[in-house]
């Protein structure tokens, strides 16, 4: 009976041991606090909304005929008729909204022509759920309703 205590005791030990090493932060997101490697991803050619959800609502058909490059510059084009201008960047936020070693921003700001509903949707400093070499997966959380938007890009 002593024996099947202490064989009971040392499984225990044995299990806490190997959960205590796991991780909580595993994800595959790809993203870092360095900028650099998303912002030479979305600078590698030109690229198209595949997903546009607005708080529940997929608007992506609004944006489906638009080709987005993303210069090294920092000029953001949206061509089609009409076309839009702006700038955008990939920044640390250094905020306590999520993991702090993922915490980048990808900041569109369309200026020209005048703002319409087309820019000040995507207009914002995106949070970057994950993104490869065809893909920018975004996401932002509006601190004033608390509704949640996803912009997703696939390279052309």
């Known amino acids: 009976m002593k024996k099947l205590k202490l064989v009971s005791i040392l499984a225990l030990v044995y299990v806490l041991n190997v959960a205590s090493m796991c991780s909580s932060d595993d994800d595959n997101s790809n993203t870092s606090a360095d900028p650099t490697p998303v912002i030479n991803t979305a600078t590698s050619g030109t690229w198209r909304i595949t997903l546009y959800e607005d708080n529940g609502v997929n608007e992506t058909n609004n944006y489906s005929n638009y080709i987005f490059t993303f210069n090294s510059n920092g000029v953001l084009t949206a061509a089609n008729s009409p076309s839009y201008n702006g700038t955008w960047s990939v920044t640390t936020s250094n905020s306590n909204d999520d993991?702090?070693?993922?915490?980048?921003?990808?900041?569109?700001?369309?200026?020209?022509?005048?703002?319409?509903?087309?820019?000040d949707d995507l207009t914002d400093d995106w949070d970057i759920i994950s993104y490869t070499a065809t893909r920018i997966q975004?996401?932002?959380?509006?601190?004033?309703?608390?509704?949640?938007?996803?912009?997703?890009?696939?390279?052309?």
């Open 138 to 156: 975004l996401i932002d959380v509006s601190g004033g309703n608390g509704g949640t938007d996803y912009l997703t890009f696939t390279k052309n």
């Open 99 to 119: 993991n702090p070693e993922n915490d980048l921003d990808f900041n569109i700001a369309f200026v020209a022509p005048a703002p319409t509903a087309f820019t």
